[in-house]
């Protein structure tokens, strides 16, 4: 009896309510190739209208959990030094991350009672206190924290972030991964707005992916503006979970991937570009941080909930896997536009 046979056989007698399907082997080249249906103008013109959303000019700056009291957290933001940490409360504080004094790196401060003190000299600054230095907008979604830098949006401010439906935090574990390319935040927007490059480009990951639906290159609704794909999620050798999911951009550096239908349905991965600025090379840097935000109406799901600090990890790794090859995707079409 042939693998196929066998593995025919074997998915016709698979009880039907268990999300775990069986998965045969398959030549990666004898795939149905996907490339007559991902037209560059299709997926640039998706991208141009991510691109003309507003963002309120707000940016994702981190995961949440990253963000602590007893230390300041730097980084930067569209080429703007950036220092954020928690107050006395847990609230998030984010603000310049040079001392107005002398420009000491305040990510090296020290926090005290809910300030940040400069290692230099002493300044104190925080709300309220530091002459020269004011706060910025922050926003804490539970998931993520962001940061709203006018002068670098250049867009009419929103009093919040777009912010994608998730599950409940009650009911979902979340995790947050961070990875850094050479490209500019189009050029992430653009390889989540490639569905059709799945299970070619990630193997491991998924399986039996096809694009249902896409939107039209002139005259979409926003409504209309998504793609949707079935896919099966890779699990183990010879096991996936088939689902059916639609990608959409809230908003310009945010691509949101839900599943609609199967297992997890509601569960999403938000994949958020932030813009670090240039490198010592000239060329742009680009932060993607991705979270997902995973729930499931089964009884068992609660186990994975006690586990989450556990997951998260695991979690974390997988996305790092993808996006390193993403990455790869991301930065190539940089170089190439940029020759």
């Known amino acids: 009896m042939s693998t196929s046979d066998a593995g025919g056989r074997l998915a016709r007698r698979w009880p039907p309510g268990w999300p775990l399907r069986p998965l045969p082997r398959g030549q990666w080249a004898a795939q149905q190739p996907t490339y007559a249906g991902a037209r560059p103008a299709l997926i640039d013109a998706a991208v141009k209208r991510a691109q003309a959303r507003p963002s309120g000019n707000w940016f994702v700056l981190a995961a949440s959990r990253e963000i602590r009291g007893d230390r300041p957290f730097g980084t930067s933001v569209a080429g703007a030094e950036v220092v954020a940490w928690r107050d006395t409360e847990g609230g998030l504080v984010a ?7 002398l420009g000491a ?5 020290a926090v005290d009672c809910g300030a ?4 230099w000299h002493g300044l104190r600054v925080g709300p309220g206190v530091g002459a020269g ?3 910025l907008p922050v926003h804490d979604d539970g998931v993520l924290a962001w940061v709203r830098l006018d002068a670098a949006g250049g867009e009419e401010p929103l009093e919040a972030p777009v912010v994608p439906a998730r599950p409940r935090r009650e009911s979902g574990v979340d995790s947050v991964a961070t990875l850094t390319g050479v ?3 189009a050029d992430i927007v653009a390889n989540r707005l490639d569905p059709w490059h799945g299970s070619w480009f990630h193997p491991y990951s998924f399986s039996r992916l096809s694009v249902l639906s896409a939107p039209g290159e002139v005259d979409v609704a926003d409504d209309d503006d998504r793609f949707v794909v079935a896919v099966t999620f890779r699990v183990a ?3 996936g979970v088939p689902v059916r999911a639609e990608f959409s951009c809230p908003e310009p550096r945010t691509v949101v991937m839900r599943i609609t239908d199967g297992e997890g349905a509601g569960s999403v991965v938000e994949t958020h570009a932030t813009p670090r600025g240039r490198g010592t090379d000239g060329r742009p840097r680009t932060a993607v941080i991705e ?3 995973a729930d499931s109406g089964r009884p068992g799901f609660a ?16 996305v790092a896997r993808l996006w390193r090859d993403d990455l790869a995707y991301a930065e190539r079409r940089y170089q190439l536009r940029s020759m």
Do not use: S
């Not at 603000?95 to 004094?101: D, L, R, S």
């Open 133 to 135: 230095w004011q706060p």
């Open 105 to 109: 790196p305040m990510a090296l401060a």
């Open 183 to 185: 490209c500019e935040p």
């Open 237 to 239: 050798p010879g096991l």
């Open 95 to 101: 603000g310049p991350g040079a001392c107005p004094h």
């Open 116 to 119: 940040l003190v400069c290692r």
């Open 291 to 293: 979270a997902v935000v």
């Open 303 to 318: 186990v994975a909930r006690a586990m989450a600090p556990a997951l998260r990890p695991v979690m974390r790794r997988a």
